[in-house]
C-alpha cells in the first residue's frame, strides 16, 4: 500500500510522515532535501535554477514511486510525484521561473513517467494557512528557506488548493493550523482515528 503525505512548506508533511510510519510500523519515505545538489541554489536565484530543481525532484520521486510499487509493505511518502508536478513546478511557470517550452518538456517526461505508475492507495493532505507556514518555517530555522516569499508561499497554497479540489483518488484532508500532532497525543490520535477509519473501517 502507498501512502502520500501532502502539504506547503512547513506544513508538517515530513513530522507526520515519521510518526505515523512509527505508529502503524509503514515503511517511511522522504523527500531529498538534505542531500538536494540544487536546493540552496534554487533559493537563492530561483529564476534560474527552477528548471533544474524540478527536473531533479521528479527524477526522485519517479525512482522512488517505482520502488514503492515493487514493495510488498505499506510505504508512506513524504510528498508525491503529483504536488511536485501540479504545484510546485506549475507555480514556477506561472511565475515566469520556468518558460512555456521547459514546462510542456517537463510535462510531457511527467506523463510518460505517470504511464508505468498508479496513485496513491491514500492521500493524507495537510491545509495550512500562511500565518501556520510561515510560523513553522521559522521555528525550523532552515538557512535557506530564509528567503522563500509569502508571494511564493501564497502561489503554493493556491495551488494546492486547485489541485485538492480535482483530486480523483483516495483523499483525507486535515486542517493542520490548530492540531500540534508532535506535542499533543490528542491531536495525533484525532489523525489516527481518521485514518483508522479511512484504512480499516474502524469507528
Known amino acids: ?3 502520500g503525505i501532502a502539504g506547503n512548506i512547513g506544513s508538517g508533511k515530513t513530522t507526520l510522515t515519521r510518526m ?10 522522504y523527500e531529498a532535501v538534505t542531500h538536494n545538489p540544487y536546493i ?13 530543481m524540478e527536473v531533479y525532484f521528479l527524477t526522485q520521486r519517479f525512482k522512488d514511486i517505482l520502488e514503492i510499487a515493487r514493495s510488498e509493505d505499506t510505504v508512506i511518502q513524504d510528498r508525491t510525484i503529483l504536488e511536485g508536478v501540479y504545484v510546485f513546478t506549475a507555480n514556477n511557470r506561472d511565475m515566469g521561473n520556468i518558460s512555456e517550452r521547459d514546462f510542456s518538456t517537463y510535462m510531457d517526461l511527467f ?18 494557512s500562511i500565518p501556520h507556514l510561515v510560523s513553522q518555517i521559522q521555528k525550523r530555522g532552515r538557512e535557506y528557506e530564509k528567503s522563500i516569499s509569502i ?12 489541485w485538492i479540489s480535482g483530486y480523483k483518488g483516495d483523499i483525507l484532508t486535515i486542517d493542520a493550523d490548530n492540531l500540534d500532532f508532535e506535542n499533543r497525543p490528542e491531536d495525533f490520535a484525532y489523525i489516527t482515528d481518521l485514518i483508522d477509519a479511512r484504512l480499516f473501517g474502524l469507528f
Not at 41 to 50: K, T
Open 40 to 52: 540552496e541554489d534554487y533559493y537563492s536565484d530561483i529564476l534560474r535554477w527552477s528548471f533544474n
Open 1 to 3: 500500500m502507498h501512502i
Open 20 to 29: 505515523l510510519s512509527e505508529h502503524y510500523g509503514w515503511i517511511p519515505k
Open 151 to 162: 508571494e511564493y508561499l501564497t502561489g503554493l497554497n493556491t495551488r494546492y488548493e486547485e
Open 111 to 128: 506523463h510518460a513517467m505517470m504511464s508505468v505508475v498508479r496513485m496513491p492507495d491514500l492521500l493524507i493532505y495537510l491545509k495550512s
